[in-house]
């Protein structure tokens, strides 16, 4: 198999990311709770990709998107906690399951909903993400293992860093590859005009649906993985709010960036870590305070996100480098 | 059957507050085009100023409610100036981000120590609570009072809307901006009267569910908030006879499935209502289904 190069200087850059953080691993300067910070901006990376499908390149609008991602986190936390002992391969079967349940909740929700437009249908996925969160916290009345509104533990912890980056560079990937194929052709001309793709003879519900299933299958995946690294599950840990915490990154990153939504994923789980470092035990209340200003000032700054439309070059396929100049992908109007 | 119309009452008590926020949310949806999730963070502020008011700082409670009011409409109008006009010709989502960045910094600054404190406080009725048994039923002055000042401010808000010049402007607005500044309306004075009425009602909703669920904290905002929304969407949002129609069902379905199913699966259930009657009425019960321009 011919590597092309773009698809060469992407695992380059992964190597050497790798190398990077092995190194700072021996020399002691990443302590464990940096990586967990880490493993945490990798994990939450899936999970924003997840939705940059759906809103940023197919332009479906979705409150509900944390719903998912506890959807992945319990079934795959779960069905590890009875079945699995820290086996390695029950680890993944539990990951794929956790996506699949994730997906196939998301087939069965979407094919009705998708049909609402904008506005509407976030308030149905916001609302069918609050129906999620009773079905957690009522859940250990039909399967005590899931622990209700008290929380869950008792996961085998064998996720860590190796073993998430990797999974995250193959998610990227495969972000990449859908979004630069046919499929994601159709669902970006979907979010830029979803009559003029009908015209073009662009079956819009299969490929809403499709995008839908994908992402939120993506966002069972991060889940799953989130499971195995914090030994202690909560119900509002999945709430709304964790939905407009992916909502704003994929949004502040640019929509239909692949980049931006990465780098906005790694840069806003470190923010808040270092706010809660910078400001020490005495001004530890104003990191909400800060959290939010910035969040409005860099919105008002860069309405469009930090990337719109744009991606670093080694993640655009060698074979599309035409397509990077200025007619590529740029950010749709936001619904 | 006693007991199911006690019920009903409650629930109009709380459909009733909920029109009150759900108001502000479809207002300023009607003349922006924007879900302003800060609206329910107004409400808490309306709350806890009341609660100041009459319980600190020892006004009498028209008073307090009325400094509430004003407050809040004031807080309204900064909030639509500072974080929502600059964004008034971006894309839409980028308004949206904003004002959830408004609502976490409501409920983070509220909760500040030199603010309101983080803690729960508990709010000392006003006035002591009376139940008037009339024809078997149990009613509290604090019903009476909720019923007959929102229908008060119903009737208020709707004169002002069809009867005024200011009114005229917001229905115009609302239609069209561009159109709207050619007929000589004022259209940023307008958003921001329509930012104030909306912040108004709901500081006057915060004031009496503080009175009638006496307990208040920086987050409280949050569920009664995203509830009156979504009463506001189930109605056809941007619709007022629609936020006052959703705002009554959400709170029938919400105390019903308390008193009788469960009070567990009383967001599932409002929620669930919700979904089904988007999917068979996508633009809500009063909304118009609006043709689609090519």
Not at chain 1, 161 to 166: A, G, K, R, S
Not at chain 2, 157 to 167: A, D, S, V, W
Request: proline share 3%; charged share 10%.
């Amino acid at each position: 198999m011919k590597l092309s190069r773009n698809t060469f200087f992407y695992f380059a850059g992964a190597v050497f990311f790798f190398a990077l953080v092995k190194a700072m691993q021996f020399s002691g300067m990443l302590t464990p709770y940096w990586q967990l910070v880490l493993d945490q901006a990798l994990i939450i990376v899936i999970g924003a990709l997840g939705l940059s499908i759906i809103y940023g390149f197919t332009g479906q609008f979705s409150l509900g998107h944390a719903a998912f991602y506890g959807l992945g986190a319990y079934t795959a936390g779960a069905l590890d906690k009875v079945y699995g002992n820290g086996n390695m391969l029950f680890f993944f079967l539990s990951l794929l399951t956790g996506a699949a349940v994730a997906g196939l909740v998301a087939l069965l929700i979407g094919l009705p909903i998708l049909r609402l437009r904008s506005d509407y249908l976030g308030i149905a996925t916001l609302g069918f993400g609050i129906i999620v969160r009773v079905g957690m916290e009522n859940g250990n009345k039909l399967f005590p293992v899931l622990g209700g509104a008290t929380g869950m533990s008792g996961t085998p912890q064998v996720a860590h860093f190796d073993l998430i980056f990797i999974l995250t560079l193959i998610v990227i990937l495969l972000v990449r590859n859908f979004i630069f194929s046919t499929y994601g052709r159709a669902c970006t001309s979907i979010r830029e005009d979803e009559i003029a793709a009908d015209v073009m003879g662009i079956d819009t519900t299969r490929y809403k649906v499709m995008a839908f299933v994908l992402g939120c299958a993506l966002a069972g995946l991060a889940g799953g993985i989130y499971a195995h690294r914090y030994p202690f599950l909560h119900p509002a840990s999945f709430d709304f709010l964790k939905s407009f915490d992916f909502l704003l990154i994929v949004v502040l990153g640019g929509l239909g960036s692949m980049t931006g939504t990465i780098v906005t994923a790694v840069g806003w789980v470190f923010l808040l870590e270092v706010l809660r470092v910078v400001l020490g035990q005495n001004f530890i209340d104003w990191r909400g305070v800060i959290y939010a200003l910035i969040l409005v000032v860099s919105i008002i700054v860069r309405p469009q996100g930090l990337f719109s439309g744009k991606e670093l070059r080694l993640l655009i396929p060698d074979h599309l480098k035409m397509l990077t100049g200025k007619e590529h992908t740029h950010a749709g109007s936001g619904n | 059957m006693e007991h199911f119309l006690e019920q009903v009452l409650n629930g109009l008590q709380l459909g009733l507050m909920y029109a009150l926020i759900a108001l502000g949310y479809t207002m300023v949806y009607g003349v922006v085009q924007l879900i302003n999730f800060a609206h329910g963070d107004v409400f808490m502020v309306g709350a806890f100023l009341g609660y100041f008011g009459f319980a600190v700082w020892g006004l009498p409670l028209p008073v307090a409610i009325l400094t509430a009011m004003v407050a809040c409409a004031l807080l309204g109008v900064i909030i639509e100036r500072v974080a929502y006009r600059p964004l008034r010709y971006a894309p839409k989502i980028a308004a949206l981000i904003s004002a959830i960045g408004v609502s976490l910094f409501l409920e983070y600054f509220s909760s500040l120590k030199f603010v309101f404190g983080p803690n729960y406080r508990v709010v000392p009725r006003p006035f002591p609570e009376v139940h008037w048994n009339i024809a078997g039923l149990s009613v509290s002055n604090i019903q009476v009072i909720v019923f007959v000042v929102v229908l008060f401010m119903l009737i208020l808000l709707q004169i002002l809307i069809y009867r005024t010049k200011t009114g005229m402007a917001m229905r115009t607005v609302a239609v069209d901006h561009n159109a709207a500044r050619l007929m000589g309306v004022n259209v940023d004075t307008t958003i921001s009267i329509t930012f104030a009425i909306g912040s108004a009602f709901a500081a006057l909703g915060g004031v009496l569910y503080a009175i009638a669920y006496p307990q208040i904290h920086p987050f409280m905002g949050i569920m009664p908030g995203l509830k009156a929304f979504t009463a506001a969407v189930l109605g056809g949002i941007g619709i007022i006879p629609g936020a006052v129609l959703g705002a009554l069902i959400m709170g029938q379905v919400e105390t019903l499935t308390s008193a009788y199913i469960s009070s567990q699966m009383r967001d599932a259930i409002a929620f669930a209502i919700l979904i089904l009657v988007l999917l068979f009425r996508p633009t809500g019960l009063l909304g118009r289904t609006e043709t689609e321009k090519v």
